[in-house]
């Protein structure tokens, strides 16, 4: 799942990126309104957290433009504490869910995972696939209950795949999903982790869709 991070205060840009990075997401980070502007229009987020107190322009305006233009990607802003009115108009923009500063790092995380599970029709923090579970809050990955190890990037396409369960998603859609933007993408690469998760998944598992994709599916 690759989020996209606008805050234009240093010190808390790279506390969230190395905490989200941590949690296996892949992290864009924008420090200002204009760049959070053109990234959110042009890559697929999954989710946003944003700042709404921006140079160039403010989170606020950042926001309704997204979704003026049908920008749906979750959306956690970060107010001021004692700003409520903050909170109000950031949610008549179009926020999901918002987060008074100073916060601690697990909440935005929680708040997050919520934000996606949501986005995908899924409810609870534990999501599954026949045998498999995906324990979202720690990252632990079972098969038929027993721990199962996995690589960051086998992990984020998991992650992914598990999110967008009985779709087919495309080899470029993975890719998309799984790298940040100055990563140097390779979507043969996407093939090479599907190999080693067949390998640690059930079989039948993983299908290839011809021509489409790949398709997670729990095997009857
Ligand atoms: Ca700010």
Partial sequence: MRILVVEDEPTLASQLSAALEENGYAVDVAGNGRDAHHLGDNEPYDAVVLDLGLPEIDGITVLKRWRAAS????????????????????????????????????????????????????????????????????????????????????????AYLMHHQRSVVSRTELTEHIYAQDFDRDSNTVEVFIGRLRKKLPPGMIETVRGLGYRLTAPA
């Fill in 71 to 158: 920008r749906n990607m979750p959306v956690l802003i970060l107010t001021a504490r004692s700003n409520w009115h903050e909170k109000v108009e950031g949610i008549d923009a179009g926020a999901d869910d918002y987060l008074a500063k100073p916060f601690r790092m697990e909440e935005l995380l929680a708040r997050l995972r919520a934000l996606l599970r949501r986005a995908s029709g899924l409810a609870s923090a534990e999501i599954r696939c026949g045998d498999v579970m995906l324990d979202t809050r720690n990252g632990r990955v079972t098969v038929a209950g027993q721990a199962v190890s996995l690589t960051a990037h086998e992990f984020k396409v998991l």
